[in-house]
């Protein structure tokens, strides 16, 4: 059986190692994964995946930073979703 978990807050490289998975969902903002310990990860056959939001961008993310949407909004902003600080619809 495959063992499947789901941790979107504090999966970092030394928590998730003392985790026994299959298949992870991590949040790679907040998981902060490099390249080397995903590599260990599939030596092991475990694999670890991203979560994404596809309604959705939040001005915490990198993606946001890197790019200063605050000041420059792209198109696709629909605007701001009044139950989350931070977060916006997306078209």
């Known amino acids: 059986t495959y063992t499947y978990i789901n941790q979107l807050q504090g999966a970092s490289f030394a928590n998730l190692q003392s985790r026994d998975f ?3 969902v991590v949040d790679a903002d907040n998981s902060r994964l490099t390249r080397a310990q995903l590599s260990q990860f ?13 309604g959705e961008a939040e001005s915490f993310r990198d993606y946001w930073q890197d ?10 902003l629909l605007g701001a979703n009044p139950d989350f600080a931070g977060a916006y619809r997306v078209k």
């Open 22 to 24: 299959a298949i992870a």
């Open 42 to 54: 599939h030596s092991e056959d475990r694999a670890v995946f991203a979560y994404a939001s596809v």
């Open 67 to 76: 790019n200063n949407w605050s000041t420059n909004p792209p198109d696709f």
